[in-house]
């Protein structure tokens, strides 16, 4: 009995439901179609369907920082079995507006914390990349906007490839239009 898979109902972190024997209906073959399709994506789909879930997957399987894990992760899947030549080959920049807070007075507070919150994780894995002056450079930024740019222009000039991926980015603005209207919006 010590091998029966447990649901993992809310739970979005891929590599945990890998190790934990979580039970998961493998989606990794649509890597490759992905692969195939536009370069920037749009995915719409309803409440619980698995979006954040599908972004960590990106996630283990694009960026770089997770090349050392890729068997513990992948090693059961069928895209473990049949890796793309693009795996673990991205620098992987991950925001969750779910996570903003949505009253007006603290809406763009949040914002900045969550955003400064990814950048400090996206730095300490792949700062290390870039030229001896990025991080310095980094710090002198004062907006999110202005951070997202120098990233942008940091990793086009050094050749690095970034793939960005922004979740519930709708989030706080639905709640503002449907808490406080349209002129507040």
């Known amino acids: ?13 891929f590599k945990l439901i890998q190790e934990e024997n979580y039970y998961y209906v493998d989606k ?3 890597i490759p179609i992905l692969e195939k399709s536009a370069r920037y994506l749009f995915l719409i789909r309803p409440r619980r369907f698995g979006k954040t879930l599908w972004i ?30 693009l795996h673990n080959t991205y620098t992987f920049l991950y925001f969750n507006f779910s996570v903003v807070n949505p009253q007006l007075d603290k809406l763009e507070r949040s914002f900045e ?8 994780d996206y730095n300490s894995k792949h700062g290390n990349l870039f030229h001896k002056t990025y ?9 999110s906007s202005a951070k997202l740019d120098f990233i942008f222009a940091t990793v086009k000039k050094c050749g690095v490839k970034l793939y960005l991926a ?15 209207g349209q002129k507040k919006y």
Do not use: V
């Not at 009995?1 to 972190?13: E, R």
């Not at 914390?113 to 400090?120: E, L, V």
């Not at 922004?166 to 406080?180: K, M, P, V």
């Open 56 to 85: 960590t997957i990106l996630e283990g399987y694009y960026d770089r920082w997770w090349k050392d894990e890729f068997e513990t992760i992948f090693g059961k899947t069928y895209i473990g079995k049949n890796p793309t030549s």
């Open 113 to 120: 914390d969550h955003c400064d919150t990814m950048f400090w």
């Open 1 to 13: 009995m010590k091998n029966i898979k447990k649901i993992p109902y809310g739970i979005t972190d």
């Open 28 to 30: 990794t073959r649509f």
């Open 135 to 143: 991080l310095e450079e980094f710090k002198q930024k004062e907006t």
């Open 166 to 180: 922004i979740d519930e980015y709708d989030n706080f603005a639905n709640t503002i239009l449907s808490s406080y």
